[in-house]
């Protein structure tokens, strides 16, 4: 069997697996992966420049090779182009987005520098799979060095609308790009079409009914892969954290009252500020469950250079404070809001105690926290989740309470309609959501990106 080779910008730390930091493609790739698997990328840490020569590791069968960021790539690359540009241009939010011509040549440049880092570490018969949008000129810079093997990508994050691409000065390039590879995988069907709408409107060209398309002689076939977990090892992981120390002081801490989980890195298109004005909201205008429920916000900082999201965790800060002044009694706090990462099986425990998982991004390519969620509970006794019809697990899940998370006063009457839910209709949509989280799994996603790499149907 051909090895794997993953390639993508953020890279576990081999020390870490079994808790990994926040971010659902380690999350959803290290839940997947086959002994024998190669996983390329950066090390997580900045050094004068840019590495060359990457540090190999082997740990649980499988096999890491890092390189670092020089400094002045690590701002122009990762906080600049990656995180300042694409990332909020693909989420649809182009006010928040900025352009520097320098940082997009840095991209470029580091782009390559992955390829020339990758080459000597390469097999003839590699399959290589290369993650997300800090990474779309890899395959071509591979390409240029001659490499053949066969060349996946899967794009993590929404796809942009066309009209929202064309804000991007170098969109035709990027686009070529990612026709370089043999397949490139989308989160949803609605990615999918609008890439098509995207290769429509750029090169004039249609993707045929079997969603494959030559471009510059090259053949690349677009394909759905939903992102997964595995569900029932993360169901047990909820039942064995239920009994821990941690849970039961959390159930202690309730005094009865029901809980209510956000679970999410501190990124403005996880919509935490209209959540909390949605919450704040709710209290006011149903009193009736005021002291009854206690709203959990867990939020991993992120991405703390880029000042929007400085900004960001400034104004949750301001509304906790007021959310908590307004309405907290003395023996009772509405809202508890922690800016930390905290361990999954802890996590787990947590999702599982709660009666409303609150999921409301902005905008999400999947999101992976409402499968937890779901995958975390009693199926007799299942919470409610509630989840954005913006999140790319909003197209496999219909069977949760959906919200418009702009919406503030939709999102309040879904905070009441979930706590007054009958346990039947309970049993009946989580029954429902469980069996898509099952079969969508971990290891269905990375079977079927592979499969269809190794040139399936
Ligand atoms: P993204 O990839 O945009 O971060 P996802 O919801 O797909 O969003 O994945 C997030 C992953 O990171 C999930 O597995 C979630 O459990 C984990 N996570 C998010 N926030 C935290 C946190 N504060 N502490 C620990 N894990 C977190
Ligand atoms: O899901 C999108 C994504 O960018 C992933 O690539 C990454 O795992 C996660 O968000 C966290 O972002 P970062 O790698 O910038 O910390």
Same mark, same amino acid.
């Given at each position: ?78 906080? #600049?182009?990656? /995180?300042?540009?694409?990332?909020? +241009?693909?989420?649809?939010? %182009?006010?928040? $987005? =900025?352009? &520097? ?44 060095? #001659?490499?053949? /093997?066969?060349?996946?990508?899967? +794009?993590?994050?929404?796809? %942009?609308?066309? $009209? =929202?691409? &064309? ?58 892969? %939903? ?21 039961r002081r959390m159930i202690e801490s309730l005094a009865?009252r029901?809980l ?34 206690s ?38 706090v509405?809202?508890r ?121």
């Open positions: 069997m051909a090895r794997l080779v993953i390639v993508s910008n953020r890279v576990p730390d081999p020390n870490e697996r079994a808790s990994p930091r926040a971010g659902g493609l380690v999350v959803g790739l290290a839940e997947a992966l086959v002994p024998g698997t190669l996983w390329f990328g950066w090390s997580g840490h900045r050094a004068e420049t840019t590495g060359t020569i990457p540090k190999v590791t082997d740990a649980a069968g499988l096999t890491y090779a890092t390189i670092d960021l020089g400094e002045a790539d690590y701002r122009a690359f990762y906080l #600049g182009f990656a /995180n300042s540009t694409l990332w909020p +241009l693909f989420h649809m939010m %182009p006010s928040l $987005a =900025v352009f &520097d011509r320098a940082d997009y040549s840095i991209y470029r440049k580091v782009n390559e520098a992955f390829a020339e880092a990758l080459l000597p570490l390469l097999r003839p018969d590699d399959l290589i799979w290369v993650h997300d949008y800090q990474l779309i000129g890899v395959a071509a810079a591979l390409r240029a060095r #001659g490499v053949t /093997n066969r060349i996946g990508f899967f +794009l993590h994050i929404p796809f %942009p609308a066309p $009209a =929202v691409l &064309d804000i991007l000065p170098p969109a035709t390039d990027l686009l070529a790009e990612l026709l370089a590879h043999d397949v490139i995988g989308v989160q949803t069907a609605r990615d999918r079409t609008l890439f098509a709408d995207a290769v429509r409107a750029v090169f004039d060209q249609a993707i045929s009914p079997d969603h494959r398309i030559s471009h510059n002689g090259h053949r690349t076939h677009i394909i759905v892969t %939903p992102v997964g977990i595995d569900a029932r090892a993360f169901n047990a992981m909820a039942v064995r954290a239920s009994q821990r120390v941690e849970t009865g029901a209510m989980i956000g679970v999410d890195r501190l990124d403005y298109t996880k919509g935490l500020p209209a959540r909390f004005d949605a919450y704040e909201r709710f209290l006011a205008c149903y009193p009736q469950h005021r002291r009854k429920l709203f959990l916000q867990i939020a991993a900082p992120s991405r703390e250079e880029v000042e929007r999201y400085r900004a960001l965790r400034e104004e949750l800060d301001h509304k906790t404070g007021a959310i908590n002044g307004a309405f907290s009694d003395f023996d009772w509405p809202l809001y922690m800016t930390r990462t905290v361990g999954r099986t802890l996590i787990a425990g947590f999702y599982r105690t709660a009666r409303i998982g609150l999921v409301t991004p902005l905008r999400d390519g999947m999101n992976l926290v409402a499968k937890e969620y779901i995958a975390a509970q009693n199926p007799l006794d299942p919470g409610v989740l509630i989840l954005s019809i913006f999140a790319g697990a909003a197209e496999g899940l219909p069977e949760a309470v959906p919200v418009n998370p702009f919406d503030i006063d939709a999102v309040a009457e879904a905070i009441h309609a979930a706590l007054v839910m009958p346990e039947d209709e309970r049993i009946e949509r989580h029954s429902a959501m469980l069996a898509r989280v099952q079969s969508e799994s971990a290891s269905a996603y990375c079977q079927s990106f592979v499969a269809a790499l190794t040139g399936g149907p």
